[in-house]
């Protein structure tokens, strides 16, 4: 199913704190999510850890936004993560949001509807890069070096459970299980 709402009471949560902190409230991690995707000149780098075919790791920075409930981001179709995409959706993103840590698990696939890609595009645009949809997948004049020539595919994940860890008060660190 995975996370699709701002619902507290869809998902179940535990306290994986070990110094006595309260479990995170789900909607701390979602206002800085939702808030990420908007915030042009930040730099927010967000980490794709996909997995090799012989089962060893494999992490790139992507430039992933959260829209909706879920993460999205693009990569080339010749590059190491997509192919590893390609073989086993699983995957998680992580990223350092102002008081939050998150890693987000579940699996990608990859999105070929125009109006998602369009509003997706839009929202890169928005943040200086410009991109466009395209043919069934993001154009642009030019992309991080690591995202392979374009056109781009673009993958969204949905999310099975996400881990956050408090970086400032008040601390805390909480697993989330969006698929119950």
């Keep these: ?14 306290n994986l704190d070990i110094y006595g902190h309260k479990p995170i409230p789900w909607s701390r991690a979602l206002r800085q999510l ?4 908007h915030e042009e000149g930040r730099g927010r780098t967000c980490w794709l850890a996909t997995v090799d075919p012989d089962g060893s790791p494999h992490v790139a920075a992507v430039g ?18 997509s192919r590893n995409l390609v073989a086993n959706a699983k995957c998680s993103v992580s990223v350092s949001l102002d ?32 991109a466009r949809a395209e043919g069934g997948a ?13 056109p ?3 993958y969204v994940v949905t999310s099975r459970v996400a881990v956050g860890v408090a970086t400032r008060e008040p ?10």
């Design 138 to 150: 993001i154009a642009a004049e030019f992309s991080a070096p690591s995202a392979g020539r374009g």
């Design 34 to 37: 939702e808030a990420q995707a």
């Design 64 to 81: 992933a936004l959260w829209v909706d409930g879920q993460f999205y981001f693009t990569s080339g179709p010749r590059t190491r993560k």
């Design 99 to 130: 008081d939050i840590d998150i890693v987000i698990e579940g699996t990608a696939r990859k999105v070929t509807d125009m109006p998602t890609l369009e509003r997706v595009a839009s929202l890169y645009a928005a943040l200086g890069w410009p």
């Design 171 to 180: 601390h805390g660190a909480t697993r989330w299980r969006f698929d119950r």
């Design 152 to 154: 781009w595919n673009l």
């Design 1 to 14: 199913m995975g996370y699709k709402g701002s619902k507290e009471a869809d998902m179940e949560d535990k």
